[in-house]
């Protein structure tokens, strides 16, 4: 009985295979504007078969697509009789002559061996290089040469000091003028302008907008490859391995020991919970979000831009951040995620979040590394650091003025505002705190770490959350307790809010040295002294300096109103920032918090069920509680 059982359902599994090989004919595939692509090229939703696997092109919002060296070209076309594919940058856009590459390439990424070749052999049987390399270098000085075309005419081209073009793929870094250093360099076609010494920067635009051409070697089969009926049986039987091995145990075993029905809700179990991995679900969000401008790097690329992780910037619950090299040069931050904690949410997250929008106050996320366990995120590397070494080090007091600090917190404010009002979707960061703020070269502010950060529609200003989240000392009231309404951007403004309350006092908001007895919130001190009419002192100098600590201090505390309604949004709090007037007046609320962990605070984790948080405002008493307690 199980035999001709056994030997009905391979008939029926064969049958099928055999349909399938058949009707399995390759025809060209098309994309918006590339029609009949076909050997050696094929889509990623073509037949394995139907194509050399070396040239597998991708479509992306109907736009066919040509990975390249961690780069996305798009393919603008294919000649099949001279084996020649032109791709453009995805950055350049036609007519905009300030619009500039997003890829950087040159002649020597590419290698003996690689699918895709720089040259053709000619009629005459001689190489034909079709491509040339244009170079982009920025100079402390006036360069005068022929070689050196200047790039002025666009003066947003991102470059500062004066920058230019060089039209020569044979230039090496000895032969730069000493002023100059390279930004950029990609390629363009040979045969569009020879004559370099006569052409201007919308010229060389053009080239690059018209893109540039890469060869491939010719194979033996010009047409499509149908594979043979037992070839296309291995082939499927490999494939529906997992659908064999189901079969025979559901027959063999299961009627034998379990009973069928058992263990295929066992077996889908299992098959269900593997791919619901976090590698899977990491992979399956990369292919959902197909717009991301990050680049995508491989673990070796990691490793070559750190030098083997030689140089380590810091570490923390994460992973570690080590500082790397691109190859244009550019300096980047590596953060490497630690594989043994979390499902990936955190790596989602900031690529979903930073991974779509640019703002001067936010960190630009330059590119990421998804094998396997490996995950890492690329970013600009930050000459000074993070905010909280500049306010609670002995250093950070005498190397930055309150007028400084005061532009930084107005960077902050405009950051978070973008976050919540200049994209289309909301994004919420949940860990607003010194330690994420960072600052470049000229202390312009970065929010930074979207790690903790949530999505939610521009008109729905409520997001559910099963748990607190942030860091102790930043969290809003609303996270913990329920009755004060909806978790809201006004988190993000309470958080805010405490960061300038540090910034302007530059001590941190739970002192760790007072006694046990007093237990004062720093907050409430502050809000007391502008009730009673007094005047505080932190040690500064002038009366410019009183005034911006004061400013600072009373929209702080509108910020960190107990309930999320009587909060300003970050845009009136930035408006509050920018007004010159000294016509700020104080809440009409005073409160006053407690807080029973006197250590500094960490970050909000298991182990932190032992701190309490009381406060009381006009009226409102909320007893002392514990975190395990209160959190959802």
């Known amino acids: 009985m199980?035999?001709?059982?056994?030997?009905?359902?391979?008939?029926?599994?064969?049958?099928?295979?055999?349909?399938?090989?058949?009707?399995?004919?390759?025809?060209?595939?098309?994309?918006?504007?590339?029609?009949?692509?076909?050997?050696?090229f094929s889509l990623k939703s073509d037949p394995k078969s139907c194509g050399d696997q070396r040239y597998v092109l991708s479509c992306e919002n109907n736009i066919t697509i040509l990975n390249l060296y961690s780069g996305k070209y798009s393919v603008e076309a294919i000649n099949y009789i001279n084996h020649t594919i032109r791709v453009v940058d995805p950055g350049i856009q036609k007519g905009n002559c300030s619009s500039l590459p997003r890829y950087p390439i040159s002649r020597y990424n590419f290698r003996q061996g690689d699918p895709y070749e720089l040259q053709q052999w000619s009629t005459d049987w001689t190489l034909k290089l079709m491509s040339k390399t244009l170079v982009f270098v920025s100079c402390e000085k006036t360069v005068k040469?022929?070689?050196?075309?200047?790039?002025?005419?666009?003066?947003?081209?991102g470059y500062k000091n004066h920058s230019y073009v060089i039209v020569n793929g044979s230039l090496t870094v000895s032969d730069l003028d000493k002023s100059c250093g390279v930004k950029l360099t990609t390629l363009v076609s040979q045969h569009r302008n020879n004559n370099t010494n006569a052409s201007s920067f919308m010229d060389i635009h053009n080239e690059m907008a018209f893109g540039f051409k890469l060869s491939w070697i010719p194979g033996t089969t010009p047409l499509p490859i149908r594979i043979s009926l037992w070839d296309q049986i291995l082939q499927d039987l490999s494939t529906y391995r997992y659908l064999i091995l189901f079969i025979l145990g559901a027959v063999i075993v299961g009627r034998a020991i379990l009973g069928t029905p058992c263990l295929c809700i066992f077996l889908f179990y299992t098959w269900r919970r593997r791919h619901l991995s976090m590698y899977d679900r990491i992979e399956e969000f990369l292919q959902?979000?197909?717009?991301?401008?990050?680049?995508?790097?491989?673990?070796?690329?990691?490793?070559?831009?750190?030098?083997?992780?030689?140089?380590?910037?810091?570490?923390?619950?994460?992973?570690?951040?080590?500082?790397?090299?691109?190859r244009s040069g550019h300096l980047v931050a590596i953060k490497m995620l630690d594989a043994s904690k979390g499902n990936g949410d955190d790596f989602v997250n900031e690529v979903a979040t930073i991974g779509r929008i640019h703002h001067v106050n936010v960190v630009r996320l330059i590119g990421f590394c998804v094998e396997g366990s490996k995950r890492a995120l690329i970013y600009d590397f930050m000459t000074n650091g993070s905010l909280d070494k500049h306010i609670f080090s002995k250093e950070g007091i005498d190397s930055l003025s309150y007028?400084?600090?005061?532009?930084?917190?107005?960077?902050?404010?405009?950051?978070?505002?973008?976050?919540?009002?200049?994209?289309?979707?909301?994004?919420?960061?949940f860990d607003i705190k010194p330690h994420n703020i960072l600052l470049d070269e000229n202390f312009v502010?970065?929010?930074?770490?979207?790690?903790?950060?949530?999505?939610?529609?521009?008109?729905?200003?409520?997001?559910?959350?099963?748990?607190?989240?942030?860091?102790?000392?930043?969290?809003?009231?609303?996270?913990?307790?329920?009755?004060?309404?909806?978790?809201?951007?006004?988190?993000?403004?309470y958080s805010f809010g405490m960061l300038l309350m540090e910034m302007a006092s530059r001590r941190r908001n739970i002192n760790s040295a007072v006694e046990n007895s007093s237990r004062v919130h720093f907050p409430s001190w502050v809000s007391n002294k502008f009730s009673e009419g007094n005047e505080f002192d932190?040690?500064?100098?002038?009366?410019?300096?009183?005034?911006?600590?004061?400013?600072?201090?009373?929209?702080?505390?509108?910020?960190?109103?107990?309930?999320?309604?009587?909060?300003?949004?970050?845009?009136?709090?930035?408006?509050?920032?920018?007004?010159?007037?000294?016509?700020?007046?104080?809440p009409p609320t005073k409160f006053?918090?407690?807080?029973?962990?006197?250590?500094?605070?960490?970050?909000?984790?298991?182990?932190?069920s032992s701190s309490t948080w009381s406060s009381t405002q006009s009226g409102d008493n909320y007893s002392d509680t514990t975190l395990s307690q209160i959190s959802d």
């Open 403 to 429: 007028e400084m600090m005061f532009e930084i917190s107005l960077g902050v404010a405009r950051g978070i505002e973008y976050l919540h009002q200049g994209c289309e979707m909301q994004i919420l960061h």
């Open 2 to 40: 199980h035999l001709r059982f056994l030997i009905l359902i391979f008939f029926f599994f064969f049958l099928f295979i055999n349909c399938r090989a058949q009707n399995n004919q390759c025809s060209p595939s098309s994309c918006g504007k590339i029609k009949k692509i076909s050997y050696p």
């Open 145 to 157: 040469s022929h070689l050196y075309i200047d790039t002025s005419s666009c003066s947003s081209n």
């Open 538 to 586: 932190f040690g500064v100098g002038t009366v410019e300096e009183v005034k911006i600590i004061k400013k600072m201090m009373i929209i702080a505390l509108w910020c960190i109103q107990f309930k999320p309604s009587d909060r300003p949004s970050m845009t009136k709090v930035v408006e509050m920032l920018e007004d010159q007037t000294e016509s700020l007046e104080m």
């Open 445 to 493: 502010t970065k929010v930074s770490d979207f790690g903790l950060a949530r999505l939610c529609p521009l008109d729905n200003n409520i997001v559910s959350l099963t748990a607190a989240r942030g860091t102790l000392g930043y969290i809003a009231p609303e996270l913990f307790y329920k009755n004060l309404g909806g978790v809201s951007y006004k988190a993000d403004v």
């Open 288 to 326: 959902s979000y197909n717009n991301l401008v990050p680049i995508r790097y491989s673990y070796s690329d990691i490793r070559k831009m750190s030098q083997g992780f030689k140089d380590k910037l810091g570490e923390g619950g994460y992973g570690s951040v080590y500082k790397g090299k691109l």
């Open 592 to 608: 006053t918090f407690y807080c029973s962990n006197e250590a500094p605070m960490e970050d909000l984790g298991e182990n932190s």
